[in-house]
């Protein structure tokens, strides 16, 4: 089955760009999906992306997958003390349709 | 609903003991998703429902663990003789699965603690 990898743990100065990575190992999904969680929360969908694409802008987000690579990256420009959340890299399996996540990357935000 | 709605927030049990967790999803959504999140842990895909077709429960870790979605709706997650090791946040998602990108709506979640 689909399994999805991040790093647990990164931490940036307030105004810097947060980098957050993700593998994948099923190189048919269709979606790939960033979510944000608040404490004490259940998930947010942050944003998407379609395989076909290379990358997505949204304001401060941007998500490049290279399928190649079965990598995904989302980048927070200048982030702020308000970005301190977990975001899990999730992907939609093909096979059974079902969203496979990621453990979690926890940003801590200093100011 | 506005949201997906979980119930109780919060469930302190004794092992051994049966519980029932409980999530209204968002009316009209036909697709109801539980996952489980332990300390320190992602996110654990436990099961998934679609309309009316067979539940996916490929990720239910015992024969302990079932879930039953009624009338399309109202899903509930029952853990019999509870362990320890149950111990998490079991969190409950909808979406409408018509949409090819399948956007999942997070309810807040069951925080289960077992003594």
């Known amino acids: 089955g689909e399994d999805v990898e991040q790093s647990l743990f990164l931490s940036v100065r307030e105004g810097d760009s947060s980098v957050i990575n993700c593998t994948y190992t099923?190189?048919?999904?269709?979606?790939l999906y960033w979510y944000k969680q608040e404490p004490g929360a259940g998930l947010q969908l942050l944003t998407y992306?379609?395989?076909?694409?290379d990358m997505k802008q949204d304001q401060r987000l941007t998500v490049l997958l290279n399928k190649k690579d079965k990598h995904l990256s989302l980048r927070i420009a200048d982030t702020q003390t308000g970005d301190s959340a977990i975001y899990f890299c999730?992907?939609?399996?093909?096979?059974?349709?079902?969203?496979?996540f990621g453990a979690g990357t926890r940003l801590f935000v200093k100011a | 609903g506005a949201g997906v709605s979980q119930s109780p927030s919060n469930k302190v049990t004794e092992k051994g003991k049966d519980v029932e967790l409980r999530c209204d999803p968002i009316?009209?959504?036909?697709?109801l998703y539980w996952y489980r999140q332990s300390l320190g842990q992602g996110l654990e895909f436990l099961i998934y429902?679609?309309?009316?077709?067979?539940?996916?429960k490929s990720g239910l870790p015992s024969d302990r663990f079932s879930a039953e979605r009624t009338g399309g709706s109202v899903s509930t997650l029952t853990i019999q003789r509870t362990q320890q090791e149950d111990s998490a946040v079991y969190l409950c998602?909808?979406?409408?699965?018509?949409?090819?990108?399948?956007?999942?709506?997070f309810g807040s979640g069951t925080q289960l603690s077992v003594l």
């Open positions: 999730a992907v939609r399996d093909t096979g059974g349709f079902k969203t496979i």
């Open positions: 429902f679609q309309g009316n077709s067979a539940p996916d």
């Open positions: 099923d190189s048919s999904s269709t979606y």
């Open positions: 009316s009209g959504h036909t697709a």
């Open positions: 992306i379609f395989s076909n694409m």
């Open positions: 998602a909808s979406s409408l699965w018509t949409e090819l990108s399948e956007k999942l709506f």
